[in-house]
């Protein structure tokens, strides 16, 4: 069973940076790899994907601000978070897709982390 940890979230001003690590438990280089978060009140929306041929696919919410990116060799995918906005707030968590490539339908993803916290405030 894969399981994934994530990290790196913690509070940062409008306008900030922050990396999210998404740490796997074994080899994810076949699976896409996808970021969603989650608001209090809404439904957890996608992010950000990146899929085995490292092609990259965004939000229109976060499209230019933020980058995906992963090492297969550390079995770990990135996502740096630049300009970071009030309304970015959220739990981020990470799944694999059921396939190999990248979609934003939670219903395509498996094996969830425990999500880590964004919050930007000033």
């Known amino acids: 069973q894969l399981q994934f940890v994530e990290s790196g979230g913690g509070l940062v001003q409008p306008g900030g940076s922050l990396r999210l690590s998404c740490v796997a438990s074994?080899?994810?280089?076949?699976?896409?790899i996808g970021w969603f978060r989650q608001a209090p009140g809404k439904e957890r929306e996608g992010v950000s994907c990146?899929?085995?041929?490292?092609?990259?696919y965004y939000s229109d919410s976060v499209r230019g601000r933020f980058t995906i990116s992963r090492d297969n060799a550390k079995n770990t995918v990135y996502l740096q978070m630049n300009n970071l906005k009030p309304e970015d707030a959220a739990v981020y968590y990470c799944?694999?897709?059921?396939?190999?490539?990248?979609?934003?339908?939670?219903?395509?993803?498996?094996?969830w982390g425990q999500g880590t916290q964004v919050t930007v405030s000033s």
């Open positions: 074994g080899f994810t280089d076949h699976y896409a």
């Open positions: 799944a694999a897709s059921w396939d190999y490539y990248c979609s934003f339908q939670i219903s395509d993803f498996h094996s």
């Open positions: 990146i899929n085995s041929d490292t092609n990259q």
